[in-house]
């Protein structure tokens, strides 16, 4: 009797920035990701020790779309409905976007580019308080919900009109009676604005 061992495919994606400390270092990198069946390569095309500062080599991405074997995701700077036209304007035949920063600061940005509904503020309050309340659920003291929570503020607080006192207290709250109050005052004293730059 012969049996079949029937195996299970996993696909794999990868991410990836163009280097190190050299863009020229992709070239190398994409020789390496060649040799595989990646399901998609995602690709920041930033140098690991740009962070986030300096324009994303759009250069050596227009290159990997030539030189990549696998499918390619395109991920950085995508923050406004008009990053994301001036994107696909530039690139037609990129249909995978990243988006990670852009939607940390607006949550609703994904229905702005497909439908034109702009962000709300219901809509953030709702999201930002599912947020705080899972990690209050799953973390454990004031300290490391507030952790979590500032690092969202980092990006979300761009999308407020007036917002630097509240970004202040934001920061500066030790405890979560003290955020929740400098949070509410932000959501009721002030407006949700478009944003027309890079957080």
């Not at 406004?80 to 994107?87: G, L």
């Not at 696909?88 to 994904?110: E, K, Y």
């Amino acid at each position: 009797m012969v049996t079949f061992l029937q195996l299970k495919i996993t696909k794999i994606s990868v991410k990836t920035r163009i280097g190190k400390d050299y863009a020229e270092e992709f070239y190398d990198l994409i020789e390496i990701f060649n040799k595989y069946p990646i399901e998609e390569l995602i690709i920041h095309p930033r140098i690991q020790k740009d962070f986030y500062k300096n324009k994303p080599n759009m250069k050596i991405f227009k290159e990997a779309l030539i030189l990549s074997k696998n499918p390619v995701c395109y991920n950085g700077d995508i923050v406004t409905v008009e990053d994301y036209k001036n994107f696909s304007a530039d690139f037609p035949s990129v249909g995978t976007l990243m988006l990670g920063r852009g939607l940390l600061a607006n949550p609703g940005l994904i229905s702005d580019i497909n439908n034109n509904i702009k962000l709300d503020k219901n809509t953030l309050k709702d999201f930002h308080d599912k947020i705080y309340e899972d990690y209050k659920r799953v973390l454990f003291g004031d300290r490391n919900v507030l952790f979590k929570m500032k690092e969202l503020w980092f990006y979300m607080i761009s999308v407020f009109s007036d917002n630097a006192k509240y970004a202040k207290k934001i920061k500066k709250s030790e405890r979560l009676y003290d955020y929740e109050e400098a949070v509410s005052s932000l959501f009721k004293e002030q407006d949700v604005i478009i944003l027309t730059r890079v957080v």
